[in-house]
């Protein structure tokens, strides 16, 4: 009997091959979790792009002042005539949300006393906010405002906020002379009758 102490060429070439095929199998594996982990990522940017919008809206309707005009036409356009929350550190700004019926983007228009549509003159930052929108509703009623989002093949989004008044109108004051009292004047001496 011979003592074998190595292996033989065929025994060699065989494991190559099965080798070759394991080695296909693996990267098409990995190949395929790639993709995967790239599709979810994706996913994950749109669903984070979708979450960061709702937030800044919902920001901008909490941070008013309470004045909120909402115009319904194909779309919705809501605007708010002052709101603390600025993205560019704007003391009080006024944010409008509109979707543009040429591309059917929401996009959020920021600035000091604008008017729509904009002119020339007038410096304000528009930002795109959302691509295909299928749905964009305000309901504006008391202290409650309920908003309803949509893209095209994606679930609905709605939220709903309490507590969204619009502040009380200062009364002016009212100048009545009988009752106010002069803050310069002298205090007036008693005359004494004399005999």
């Known amino acids: 009997m011979f003592n074998r102490k190595a292996f033989t060429l ?8 099965l080798m070759g095929i394991v080695i296909v ?44 005009t909402v115009q319904k036409d194909e779309f919705t356009r809501l605007c708010m005539e002052e709101t603390q929350n600025s993205l560019y550190n704007l003391p009080m700004a006024k944010v409008c949300w509109i979707v ?3 591309d059917k983007t929401l996009v959020r228009i920021e600035g000091n006393a604008y008017h729509l549509p904009l002119g020339s003159e007038e410096k304000v930052e528009i930002d795109p906010v959302m691509s295909d929108i299928a749905l964009f509703d305000v309901y504006h009623e008391k202290d409650k405002v309920l908003v309803l ?10 939220f709903m906020l309490q507590g969204i008044t619009t502040p009380a109108t200062k009364k002016k004051p009212t100048e009545n ?14 005359t004494i009758p004399t005999k």
């Open 177 to 190: 002379t009988a009752t106010q009292t002069p803050l310069t004047s002298a205090p007036s001496t008693p």
């Open 10 to 17: 065929l025994e060699v070439l065989i494991s190559i091959a």
């Open 25 to 68: 199998a693996l990267f098409s594996a990995v190949d395929m979790l790639q993709n995967s982990n790239q599709q979810l990522f994706k996913y994950l940017e749109k669903s984070k792009q979708t979450t960061n919008a709702t937030k800044v809206l919902y920001l901008d309707i909490m941070g008013s002042d309470g004045n909120i």
């Open 100 to 102: 543009l019926k040429k």
């Open 149 to 158: 989002l949509q893209q095209e093949g994606k679930e609905p989004i709605s």
